[in-house]
Nanobody, 119 residues
């Protein structure tokens, strides 16, 4: 069973930055997409950013220009760089990897890391 291990969350003041990391417990082949989601208090989980196997990126409209998703293949790690953080960015952040082989697919999720932005 693959596990995604997240790190990098914490408490930061508004305007500050954090970088989240996500690494699988073993190499995952046939990755279709990698992404970050977040769940603010009392709200549903929402997409933050995604990165396709072809290298294209997608961001939530409100986060463009502040958040950057990236991948280091050598370290088998995915990152989310978050700049100019705002109190509304407070949420539990989850990483996701989707694997697809033919008609079979699987979604792997991290355990979640808390990001709290104080005003």
């Amino acid at each position: 069973q693959v596990q995604l291990v997240e790190s990098g969350g914490g408490l930061v003041q508004a305007g500050g930055s954090l970088r989240l990391s996500c690494a699988p417990s073993r190499t995952i082949f046939k990755i279709v997409t990698m992404g970050w989601y977040r769940q603010p208090p009392g709200n549903e989980r929402e997409l933050v950013a995604s990165l396709s196997s072809a290298g294209s990126t997608q961001y939530a409209e409100s986060l463009k220009g502040r958040f950057t998703i990236s991948r280091d293949n050598a370290k088998n790690t995915m990152y989310l760089q978050m700049n100019n953080l705002k109190p509304d960015d407070t949420a539990v952040y989850y990483c996701n990897i989707r694997q697809q082989v033919g008609d079979w697919s699987a979604d792997y999720w991290g355990q979640g890391t808390q990001v709290t932005v104080s005003s």
